[in-house]
């Protein structure tokens, strides 16, 4: 009875800690965290016990009331952006993609620019944005003011110069595109646009932010300011919840934008927990596993190439397809984007954990 849209695993999960998925088929070793979700891996305890402990209060407020908790985490992920600002929370990423368009085109008038290989979700507005086509062209037309660059700083300039830009939707390392990383010289010519033209730059970190690449947030590897940051997946600790981060301007006047749901309390609750953690020890973890990671999996041999910056990795491969399969065979499961394997472990993966999935990850290519 349901739609068809996805291909779920033949088995059935009967739980899931840390790394590890539970099965009837046995038990697997997940190398993706629920597509990035699950920062801190399957039922995290820190994470239950806070959950637990508001479902004890309650589950869902609506926006006439405040939890206190809406506060904290927003001043936290305002405190990680290092930047001063506001946030308006959503029940997704795509959803803060769609809060960031409203702000766009309330504030500005002109092109909003994506690149070729970007990703920004799947309603709407954020389809408008995402450049894959056999997930967009089915729904078109759709923003009529959107343009897709290829990711060159020549051709942004060129475009730059001859157009007025609203706003600039950027991902510093492509995820659904197999962990692609945009050039330095791409980004630094944005960021010089920016400044001159006072357009609207936001820094889509659903994926790439919140520890995942080591830093609080993608962006900060480069060097750019942001004017909106959207993040989600990781954020709800395992429920939904996204944000949108405004910084330095309020883009919405009291009823101009809202939500039934966000945020609600119980993700709030452990969405507080996951950032708690993102300490500059924590991060510094992440760098030095996710340079490991990236050794380990250079060695083995149907690796052709690897990179990505922290936990968030790509490998190149010359069937990937096979070797999600034989991956599956030893007990890891694998997840594939963009024709590449991408890796999305816990961010709390151990130096043994990673070394047992290379271990079965150790076989010949195809």
């Not at 936990?311 to 397809?321: C, D, F, K, R, Y």
Request: proline fraction near 4%; glycine fraction near 10%.
């Amino acid at each position: 009875m349901l739609c068809k849209v996805y291909t779920p695993y033949e088995f059935k999960v009967e739980k899931a800690r840390g790394i590890e998925i539970f099965t009837d088929k046995g038990v697997f070793l997940d190398t993706y965290s629920g597509i990035g979700v699950l920062a801190l891996g399957h039922s995290n305890p820190e994470v239950l016990t806070a959950m637990k402990k508001k479902l004890e209060r309650y589950t869902h407020l609506s926006n006439y009331f405040l939890d206190e908790d809406a506060e904290e985490v927003a001043a936290r992920l305002v405190g990680l952006s290092g930047q001063v600002g506001e946030v308006f929370f959503t029940n997704s990423g795509t959803e803060a993609t769609e809060a960031a368009l409203k702000a766009i085109k309330k504030l500005r008038k002109g092109k909003i620019v994506s690149f070729v290989g970007n990703f920004h979700g799947r309603t709407i507005g954020a389809l408008s944005l995402t450049y894959g086509k056999a997930i967009r062209e089915p729904f078109e037309p759709l923003l009529t003011e959107r343009v897709f660059l290829k990711p060159d700083p020549e051709k942004f300039t060129s475009f730059a110069r001859e157009n007025q830009i609203a706003g600039v939707f950027i991902e510093c390392i492509q995820g659904n595109s197999g962990v692609l990383p945009l050039s330095e010289e791409l980004l630094e010519t944005i960021s010089q646009y920016q400044r001159e033209q006072g357009f609207i730059l936001v820094a889509d970190e659903i994926q790439s932010g919140l520890g995942r690449t080591g830093k609080a947030f993608a962006y900060q590897h480069f060097g750019l300011k942001p004017d909106i940051i959207t993040v989600g997946k990781a954020l709800g600790g395992g429920l939904p919840l996204g944000a949108a981060l405004f910084s330095g301007f309020s883009p919405f006047k009291f009823g101009e934008h809202g939500s039934t749901f966000a945020p609600n309390p119980v993700a709030l609750a452990a969405g507080k927990i996951v950032l708690s953690k993102l300490d500059e020890n924590f991060l510094m973890q992440v760098q030095e596993k996710g340079k490991y990671f990236r050794e380990k999996l250079a060695e083995l041999p149907w690796v052709q190439s690897v990179n990505g910056y922290g936990l968030m990795i790509g490998v190149t491969t010359e069937n990937a397809s096979k070797v999600k399969a034989e991956a599956y065979n030893r007990g890891v499961l694998l997840n594939i984007a963009g024709g590449r394997i991408r890796f999305l472990p816990a961010l709390n993966i151990t130096i043994d954990e990673i070394d047992e999935i290379i271990s079965r990850l150790s076989f010949e290519g195809f």
